[in-house]
């Protein structure tokens, strides 16, 4: 028996009002902008171009704009999905093609469904720390957001006299359904559906919300009660007695000894690790501020600091500390973490600590620093 296609008039459920489909639309826009623009924060700060600039206060700013990408982002996935089916009977839409404009319409859609797929799923994974590719995350993360956010814009600017209609018309008071979800139904169980996603995950940074947030990843305590990203033993870290800080500068290099930083000045300051992956937890830190150590070799506090770990190979291993943060007195060298010397995992005998920075610069194991 051969099946006969339907056609786009057959699909009569409330879902696929237009009505519906332009405001999960609105929902969607409001998700994606969010989730691009904290994105696109995310990516300048640690690929600054001579241009940028980025303040070292508030100190948790940067833990704020990371949440709300995460959580823009886990919200965008029910988003999608709903808005996926309240419109896929135009998928039987014919003739496939009427015009040229039509044919592009089409064709961005296309474009703009795959690059949202594809940025919602790496996104998550990424927050799981799976990575079943072979390609360098944040790079193709970051290109795959402007195919994104460019056919949303595209698309929303197409379907602006729908949008409208839809949107402004108040619609005759809805008939109840014969079977299935009325439109309001199905636009509140989108509602519940994103909320329940949201709730589930966002523990992993809201602090409040941790212990509601079930599928939360890294909400296990961590040695010191700090989660660890890259452990020692994975960075294939070991100490010895002999090792050294060297501090470069223009002058000549200074070295310490592990018990000559601890005999310099000390500084104490609560402050987060907001990992790219999506989690972010506040720590209290003690250790030498940078612009004391800076002093102590001669140097002037507010040049760029480059700082060097003694990872060989990994990807994190080297960070550029910028003046506005070697200038401010919460950006520390930490010797210790939440009262204790700093275990192996999260950096001994010394890491970077810095306010309103993203967790991949707050280098751990930390063996060179060189005022550039
Ligand atoms: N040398 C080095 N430093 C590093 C990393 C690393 O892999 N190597 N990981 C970074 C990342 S991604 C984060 S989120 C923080 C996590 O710090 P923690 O493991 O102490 O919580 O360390 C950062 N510092
Ligand atoms: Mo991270």
Same mark, same amino acid.
Not at 43 to 70: C, D, E, K, N
Not at 149 to 165: D, E, F, N, T, Y
Not at 172 to 192: H, K, M
Not at 316 to 342: I, W
């Given at each position: 028996?051969?099946?006969?296609?339907?056609?786009?008039?057959?699909?009569?459920?409330?879902?696929?009002?237009?009505?519906?489909?332009?405001?999960?639309?609105?929902?969607?826009?409001?998700?994606?902008?969010?989730?691009?623009?904290?994105?696109?924060?995310?990516?300048?700060?640690?690929?600054?171009?001579?241009?940028?600039?980025?303040?070292?206060?508030?100190?948790?700013?940067?833990?704020?704009?990371?949440?709300?990408?995460?959580?823009?982002?886990?919200?965008?996935?029910?988003?999608?999905?709903?808005?996926?089916?309240?419109?896929?009977?135009?998928?039987?839409?014919?003739?496939?093609?009427?015009?040229?404009?039509?044919?592009?319409?089409?064709?961005?859609?296309?474009?703009?469904?795959?690059?949202?797929?594809?940025?919602?799923?790496?996104?998550?994974?990424?927050?799981?720390?799976?990575?079943?590719?072979?390609?360098?995350?944040?790079?193709?993360?970051?290109?795959?957001?402007?195919?994104?956010?460019?056919?949303?814009?595209?698309?929303?600017?197409?379907?602006?006299?729908?949008?409208?209609?839809?949107?402004?018309?108040?619609?005759?008071?809805?008939?109840?359904?014969?079977?299935?979800?009325?439109?309001?139904?199905?636009?509140?169980?989108?509602?519940?559906?994103?909320?329940?996603?949201?709730?589930? +995950? #966002?523990? *992993?940074?809201?602090?409040?919300?941790?212990?509601?947030?079930? $599928? @939360?990843?890294? %909400?296990?305590? =961590? !040695?010191?009660?700090?989660?660890?990203?890259? +452990? #020692?033993? *994975?960075?294939?870290?070991?100490?010895?007695?002999?090792?050294? $800080? @060297?501090?470069? %500068?223009?002058? =000549? !290099?200074?070295?310490?000894?592990?018990?000559?930083?601890?005999?310099?000045?000390?500084?104490?300051?609560?402050?987060?690790?907001?990992?790219?992956?999506?989690?972010?937890?506040?720590?209290?830190?003690?250790?030498?501020?940078?612009?004391?150590?800076?002093?102590?070799?001669?140097?002037?506090?507010?040049?760029?600091?480059?700082?060097?770990?003694?990872?060989?190979?990994?990807?994190?291993?080297?960070?550029?500390?910028?003046?506005?943060?070697?200038?401010?007195?919460?950006?520390?060298?930490?010797?210790?973490?939440?009262?204790?010397?700093?275990?192996?995992?999260?950096?001994?005998?010394?890491?970077?600590?810095?306010?309103?920075?993203?967790?991949?610069?707050?280098?751990?194991?930390?063996?060179?620093?060189?005022?550039?």
């Amino acid at each position: 028996m051969k099946l006969p296609i339907p056609q786009e008039e057959q699909f009569r459920a409330p879902a696929h009002h237009e009505r519906v489909t332009s405001k999960i639309g609105l929902a969607l826009a409001i998700t994606f902008t969010t989730c691009f623009v904290t994105g696109l924060i995310s990516h300048l700060i640690q690929h600054p171009p001579g241009w940028f600039w980025w303040p070292s206060r508030p100190a948790g700013l940067y833990r704020v704009t990371q949440g709300m990408h995460v959580i823009s982002g886990v919200a965008s996935i029910p988003l999608l999905l709903a808005k996926l089916w309240s419109v896929y009977p135009k998928l039987f839409g014919r003739p496939l093609v009427r015009s040229l404009p039509h044919a592009l319409e089409r064709l961005s859609i296309l474009v703009l469904s795959g690059a949202a797929f594809f940025e919602l799923t790496t996104g998550l994974l990424n927050v799981a720390q799976n990575y079943p590719w072979g390609f360098y995350f944040p790079q193709v993360h970051y290109a795959v957001a402007w195919l994104a956010i460019g056919s949303i814009l595209v698309h929303v600017a197409v379907k602006l006299p729908v949008i409208r209609r839809a949107l402004s018309r108040t619609p005759a008071a809805e008939e109840p359904p014969a079977e299935g979800l009325s439109r309001r139904g199905f636009l509140v169980t989108t509602g519940l559906a994103t909320g329940v996603a949201v709730v589930a +995950t #966002a523990g *992993a940074t809201v602090p409040f919300l941790r212990g509601v947030s079930g $599928l @939360s990843w890294k %909400t296990g305590k =961590g !040695t010191q009660n700090l989660p660890v990203n890259r +452990t #020692a033993a *994975a960075a294939g870290i070991t100490w010895s007695p002999s090792w050294r $800080l @060297s501090v470069v %500068t223009p002058r =000549g !290099t200074t070295k310490f000894s592990l018990d000559e930083l601890r005999a310099l000045p000390q500084t104490t300051a609560e402050l987060p690790i907001a990992c790219v992956e999506g989690w972010s937890q506040s720590a209290t830190w003690r250790g030498i501020a940078l612009p004391t150590l800076l002093k102590a070799v001669g140097a002037a506090p507010g040049t760029a600091v480059r700082v060097s770990s003694s990872e060989r190979g990994g990807l994190y291993g080297v960070s550029v500390l910028p003046g506005e943060h070697t200038a401010d007195e919460l950006t520390l060298l930490a010797l210790e973490l939440n009262g204790e010397v700093l275990a192996p995992d999260h950096g001994f005998p010394c890491r970077v600590i810095a306010p309103n920075r993203p967790g991949v610069l707050q280098t751990k194991w930390v063996t060179k620093l060189e005022v550039l």
